[in-house]
């Protein structure tokens, strides 16, 4: 798929499914493998972009680690703040649910 394809497409699941958030990250390989926001829906900015994690750290690491689509519908209820500071894609855009 192409960026817009793929924009379009987490744009229509975000609105169907009704959070506040979607995204999609991508794998770069350099020296070591880290994880980068391809593209979003419902973001209050462009922040997300400059977001690089290592598998198992934030939501997107946690992802990938896991192999499986991860959805939220109540951060507050499923976050202690202590792990919400550690998820940088939650600080950035103030969420309350994703996918």
């Known amino acids: 798929m192409k960026d817009n394809e793929w924009k379009e497409a987490i744009h229509i699941l975000r609105r169907q499914a009704g959070f506040d958030f979607a995204g999609i990250a991508s794998v770069v390989r350099t020296n070591r493998t880290l994880l980068v926001w391809r593209a979003a829906?419902?973001?209050r900015n462009r922040?997300?972009?400059?977001?690089?994690l290592e598998p198992g750290k934030g939501i997107a690491g946690g992802v990938f680690q896991h192999k499986k689509t991860m959805i939220v519908q109540d951060v507050k209820a499923c976050y202690?703040?202590?792990e919400i500071v550690h998820s940088?894609?939650?600080l950035a855009e103030?969420?309350?649910s994703f996918t």
Request: charged share 15%.
């Open 41 to 43: 829906s419902g973001n």
């Open 47 to 52: 922040n997300y972009l400059k977001i690089v």
């Open 88 to 90: 940088p894609i939650l």
């Open 94 to 96: 103030d969420l309350g």
């Open 80 to 82: 202690t703040e202590s």
